[in-house]
């Protein structure tokens, strides 16, 4: 792939053979930001999953400590008294068959969608297009609950879901550019640790294989592990 001239200038300032402390990584990726609005940082890890298993196949969500500097749309489908908790929790769209009838005619402004276990048999209907979209609610990622005031407010502060891709790898926005270097590490911490945490009992030899970080167009900057761990 052509990269263009500003991107190769980046390249050249990354040590590839390196895994960069948290503080230094980040100090080196605002430099290596060349776009002239402020990106998206993201972190990969690359992990030893066969996602082909069950148990291998990780899949949830995380609240990051600093979010992620972009606010979501939540839209809630409940019904009584969970509708209501769901406006006082901050939801921006709340409704019941209403809201199902707008999502079916192609409505879609909404950046998650979270329902209550009562409205999933008439929410499944409409897994053909949320699915795609990667909209449909799942327990997994806690946005099937009755605790919607909780999943609202949690979304809101910066709730991310997270799910291994077919060769292992967890790929997630962990801030912005304008963060931090403390804050961005502080997120990227939560995220490793998490991910350590949930290592299936069935993997074998080392489980995180490699930890990077990039912003937005920029190249990626490997990490120390061991910086990830204070």
Known sequence: MKRGKKYQEAFKLIDRAKRYPTNEAFELLKKVSTVNFDATVEMAIRL???PRRAEQNLRGAVVLPHGTGRTLRVAVVAKGEKAKEAEEAGADHVG???????IA?????????????DMMAQLGRLGRV?????????????????EV?????EIKAGKVEYRVDKVGNIHLPIGKVSFSNEKLTENAQTLYRLMVSLRPS???????????????????IRLDEESLKA
């Open 48 to 50: 030893n999953l066969n």
């Open 96 to 102: 019941e068959q209403d809201l199902l009838d707008k």
């Open 105 to 117: 005619g192609g409505w879609f402004e909404f950046d998650v969608l979270v329902a209550t276990p």
């Open 130 to 146: 949320l699915g795609p979209k990667g909209l449909m609610p799942n327990p997994k990622t806690g946005t099937v609950t009755t």
């Open 149 to 153: 005031a909780t999943a609202v407010k």
């Open 202 to 220: 069935t993997v074998k030899g080392v489980f995180v294989r490699n930890v990077a970080v990039s912003a937005t167009m920029s190249p990626g």
